[in-house]
């Protein structure tokens, strides 16, 4: 498992095999079953691990590939990941094919390595195997729904791809907002390249680059592909703001222009009976296609119920195990096994007035997290995560009034601050930005010392990063937080608390339940996760009632699920119901139901030309065409960029069919022919008829938005333009100045419909809001600690989403118009040809890091070391002085090119390393064996300590010599070096093993 196939191997398993049969003769009669037992084992593990398997693929690829798979298994060893699980197989099996296929496995049966591994198999395959499909470096998409996935996903894989020491890898993650900015430059090298973005940013992608960097791409991954199925929300269909639908859209252009490149793709999904074959399908593109599936799951799965007794006590009681019952019957009668008083009773708290169910029941929840999130006889601690579906902030100040209370009893300890320097530092880290972005008063920054996290959606992304790098290092196992981070992120929890089963007035549907318990097991720390929902036990109250009511019909939907294959599934795709809502609308204000008739209205109707006295009828289906509008706009430009040509009326239907041929609907629809027909005709009609202009066509489509939104800004873009050529001088000015230029665009910007800002609370504008984000010292206008997450929320969705979105909207048109239509390769020398200063190009980055100063915001995008925005202000400043003695102009001080060579020339070759103890590079031995007849001088050893001195054993378990313990020697490096015996200078040298 650490090495590969040793040349000793066959030796140890015949010496282990020995070792039973000669203890069958001791004196304890168990020894012979364990010495068996080892030996069985140790067979299974060799047959069973990732090196085992990855045999046949490592073949496929280049020297360089090679190195890279072997720092990514001892990585995986040193993660105790050694181990293929069953559903792992499953997918490797389908990767040493070469084809494209989709894996479909339960939550937590390591989907991710398996993506981790195509990856590797795709930057580095040998050309001589494949057809070589340009001459530039491969890139790899690895498409995600959300930006919390997106952080998680790019820092496991720079782990891997960006420590060795030629950096000829890059690991990049775009999320966020559907506009390109200033970090994105990697596209233009010649490096290998996996790129990690959200669905919107990969259609940001397209629009910006097009067949620039569609031709290299090798691979793409797409996760959470079972998004794609339509999630019953229709005026979301309407609006153009459907996920699915854009996740259908994007897929069905991008899989048919990445055809000519011979890419693969490959899809994960969670076991889900209803799409899994027309995913699949979808995927490989043919009509009989297999889902690679199991079931199999790495961890035994307990869903039960933490009931919440009178008198301050509890009880567990466990219903599900790996989806079956665990009912028993015993003196005639039905029970479920369970554990009686698992915690003390907890100490009082004061209760409120007027308690709901969810809030009675609280002091049990944070009492049983702690109680959960203590060591364990054997100084294990485990980590526990409480699931809220809604309002975070007040659990928290609960939380934190009742530890308060009992800061007067002894309560479990949860929470140590970590002494090794490693930790210490990321922990410190954590602190810092929390202060930052939440500030010491704020409930967040008092949990977090506590060694508790809050966790929302909305968190600023830096600080995100951060939170889950302290979840992963173990340094903090006490987590309260939205199902934000539970959906779709890796981090692994022993035990989920979940303490409500409401979402907003309606309920958890199956799918979200499903989803929050697959969270909980942690493979390679422990065999079981378990799921506990609060329950209030002998309680007369009718919310109590329906909150089991409605958990005992969830565990009997879990059940059912895991037994039955569904022979009637019905996959419903977005694009699919798209057009079904459409024609509705259409028989509705028409009072009619022939085809005929429908046809020649979608070959009429021009929703530019609509007005806005329409019926509510007539704007809903006007609307609902828009949509559709948008993902024909974007299918033809996009295809007439690629043939960089105007197409014949021929040339665009047999393109529009292929592109509705790579679609979910065409493989999950029953009606696919009719609707296909419905598609390709209305495509048909946009290009003849109703957006005859090429150019109008172009500028609509960069809008990135429905045509009748898009022709709105199109008509404010001057004014725009005007206000944005302003900030010229933004380098020097103050920051007033600065401020109201930001202001002002955002100002005329959400005076759009689709950009419209939301509305604020009573006593605050958004004004005020947006100072304290971008400028918190001199912010007249603070919010109180418990406003915080609110304003947070707040900005990521109207400022980070909205606001970015529309300016990426605006540069995409300047540059547009800069190059009259054709698509560029976007690099930073072409930049100042938009006509626009360098301000509008970071004026994104400020947004999404809460800073007046777009070097701060460079930093704080790029820098290890800069953890808040206060330091990375005044290291700005340094910057300042360095450019005005070199440039005269103030745009030119916020030249990209500038602050990026500043920037690499200041903080590269800062080598940030602790001193770690490491072991001699040559320790002198005596040898215990004679070598002269040996076939080989050099030995594989392993340091087994007795005393004061340390034995060399080879790896078939043959003591080979002996030393005394050299000074400082750690046990631990054990599992960090290699050692090697040089039974000819008498010596054994060590390495570092990753």
């Known amino acids: 498992m650490r090495w590969g196939n040793e040349l000793r191997l066959e030796k140890a398993i015949e010496k282990l095999s020995a070792i039973a049969k000669v203890l069958l003769y001791g004196h304890n009669t168990y020894s012979w079953l364990l010495g068996k037992l080892c030996a069985e084992v140790a067979s299974v593990y060799i047959e069973t691990s990732l090196r085992h398997h990855l045999e046949a693929l490592s073949q496929m690829i280049t020297q360089s590939g090679k190195t890279f798979l072997e720092r990514y298994l001892r990585q995986s060893y040193q993660n105790r990941k050694a181990l293929a699980w069953r559903s792992q197989i499953c997918g490797i099996e389908r990767l040493a094919t070469i084809e494209s296929f989709a894996l479909c496995t339960p939550t937590g049966s390591g989907k991710t390595t398996i993506a981790e591994i195509a990856i590797l198999q795709s930057l580095f395959l040998e050309t001589t195997n494949y057809n070589n499909f340009s001459s530039s470096a491969p890139l790899v998409m690895y498409l995600v729904p959300s930006r919390a996935l997106a952080t998680e996903v790019e820092s496991n894989l720079s782990r891997v791809l960006k420590r060795s020491t030629s950096n000829n890898v890059i690991v990049t993650g775009l999320y966020g907002g559907t506009d390109w900015g200033p970090t994105d430059v990697w596209l233009t090298s010649e490096k290998p390249t996996v790129l990690i973005c959200t669905y919107e940013k990969a259609e940001a992608l397209i629009k910006f680059l097009g067949s620039l960097f569609i031709r290299r791409v090798s691979l793409i991954v797409l996760d959470e592909a079972h998004a794609v199925q339509f999630d019953g929300n229709k005026n979301s269909l309407q609006k153009a703001e459907n996920r699915s639908l854009r996740l259908e859209s994007l897929g069905a252009r991008l899989f048919t222009y990445i055809e000519q490149n011979h890419s693969r793709i490959i899809a994960l999904?969670?076991?889900?009976?209803?799409?899994?074959?027309?995913?699949?399908?979808?995927?490989?593109?043919?009509?009989?296609?297999?889902?690679?599936?199991?079931?199999?799951?790495?961890?035994?799965?307990?869903?039960?119920?933490?009931?919440?007794?009178?008198?301050?006590?509890?009880?567990?009681?466990?219903d599900l195990l790996d989806g079956r019952k665990l009912e028993f019957q015993e003196g005639g009668q039905a029970d479920t096994p369970f554990i009686p008083n698992p915690f003390p009773i907890y100490h009082p708290v004061p209760k409120g007035k007027k308690e709901g169910v969810e809030k009675r029941l609280r002091p049990y929840l944070f009492w049983a997290a702690m109680h959960l999130a203590a060591p364990?006889?054997?100084?294990?601690?485990?980590?526990?995560?409480?699931?809220?579906?809604?309002?975070?902030?007040?659990?928290?100040?609960?939380?934190l009034n009742f530890l308060k209370i009992w800061s007067q009893i002894e309560i479990p300890s949860f929470f140590q601050e970590p002494i090794e320097p490693e930790k210490l530092?990321?922990?410190?880290?954590?602190?810092?930005?929390?202060?930052?972005?939440?500030?010491?008063k704020s409930r967040?920054?008092?949990?977090?010392?506590?060694g508790i996290i809050v966790h929302h959606g909305k968190m600023p992304g830096l600080m995100a990063r951060l939170l889950i790098d302290v979840i992963d290092e173990k340094i903090v196992h006490l987590v309260l937080a939205t199902s934000t981070l539970s959906e779709g992120v890796n981090l692994p929890f022993e035990t989920v608390l979940i303490p409500s089963l409401r979402r907003g007035t309606g309920e958890l549907n199956i799918r979200e339940f499903g989803n929050l318990v697959g969270r909980s097991g942690r493979p390679g720390f422990g065999t079981e996760g378990r799921s506990l929902v609060l329950l209030s036990n002998a309680s007369t109250d009718w919310s109590d009632k329906e909150?089991?009511?409605?958990?005992?019909?969830?565990?009997?939907?879990?059940?059912?699920q895991t037994q039955a294959i569904n022979p009637n599934a019905n996959p419903l795709s977005p694009l699919a119901e798209l057009l079904l809502r459409l024609e509705e609308q259409w028989q509705l204000i028409s009072s009619s139901n022939r085809q005929d008739n429908f046809l020649t209205w979608l070959e009429k109707t021009a929703p530019i030309d609509c007005g806005n006295n329409l019926s509510d009828a007539q704007l809903s289906a006007i609307e609902t065409l828009d949509s559709l509008d948008s993902i024909l706009l974007s299918a033809i430009v996009e295809i007439e960029q690629l043939a960089a040509k105007d197409l014949s009326p021929n040339e665009l239907e047999e393109q529009l069919q292929k592109i509705w041929q790579r679609s979910f609907a065409h493989y999950a629809s029953r009606e696919q022919e009719r609707l296909e027909n419905l598609f390709i005709r209305r495509g048909m009609a946009l290009k003849t008829e109703i957006y005859k202009d090429l150019s109008q066509r172009r500028r609509l489509y960069r809008t990135s938005l429905p045509p009748r939104d898009g022709n709105q800004l199109l008509a404010l873009y001057p004014r725009l333009k005007e206000q944005l050529a302003v900030g010229g001088d933004y380098a020097i000015w103050t920051v007033e100045e600065r401020f109201n230029y930001i202001q002002n665009i955002v100002s005329i910007l959400t005076s759009l419909s689709k950009f419209k800002l939301d509305d604020t609370s009573v006593n605050v504008t958004w004004n005020e809001i947006l100072r304290w984000w971008l400028d918190p010292t001199k912010a007249i206008k603070k919010p109180k600690p418990t406003q915080i997450s609110k304003w947070h929320s707040y900005i990521s969705k109207n400022f980070g989403y909205r606001f970015n979105w529309g300016l990426g909207s605006v540069i995409a048109l300047?540059?547009?118009?800069?190059?009259?239509?054709e698509l560029v390769e976007s690099s930073l020398e072409n930049w100042s040809q938009t006509g626009l200063p360098w301000i509008v190009f970071w004026m994104k980055e400020l947004i999404v890091w809460g800073t007046l100063d777009p070097v701060a915001a460079y930093l704080l995008a790029k820098g290890e070391d800069v953890i808040t925005r206060k330091q990375a202000e005044e290291l700005a400043q340094t910057y300042y002085q360095y450019i005005s003695e070199r440039e005269t102009e103030a745009n030119e001080h916020l030249n990209a090119m500038n602050i990026k060579n500043w920037v690499e020339q200041s903080f590269s070759n800062v080598e940030r390393h602790l001193p770690t103890p490491k072991p001699p590079n040559q320790i002198n031995v005596n040898l215990l064996k004679d070598f002269s007849k040996a076939p080989s001088k050099n030995w594989r050893v392993v340091p087994v300590e007795i005393g004061d001195d340390i034995q060399w054993f080879d790896l078939a378990g043959f003591p080979l010599a002996i030393c005394q313990k050299p000074e400082k020697w750690q046990s631990d490096f054990l599992n960090t070096y290699d050692f090697i015996l040089d039974a000819e200078n008498r010596f054994v040298s060590s390495k570092i093993y990753v």
């Open 376 to 399: 364990d006889e054997k100084g294990q601690r485990r980590a526990v995560l409480i699931s809220v579906t809604q309002q975070p902030g007040g659990y928290a100040d609960d939380f």
């Open 547 to 560: 909150a089991r009511k409605r958990y005992l019909s969830l565990i009997g939907e879990l059940e059912n």
């Open 425 to 440: 530092e990321i922990w410190q880290k954590c602190l810092r930005s929390c202060e930052d972005y939440f500030g010491i």
């Open 269 to 318: 999904s969670a076991v889900s009976s209803e799409t899994e074959v027309a995913l699949a399908n979808w995927i490989e593109n043919q009509t009989n296609a297999s889902p690679a599936k199991t079931y199999y799951r790495s961890t035994r799965q307990l869903i039960g119920r933490l009931e919440c007794l009178p008198g301050r006590r509890f009880e567990i009681r466990y």
């Open 444 to 450: 967040e920054y008092k949990l977090l010392e506590k």
């Open 814 to 821: 300047a540059i547009d118009e800069a190059f009259g239509g």
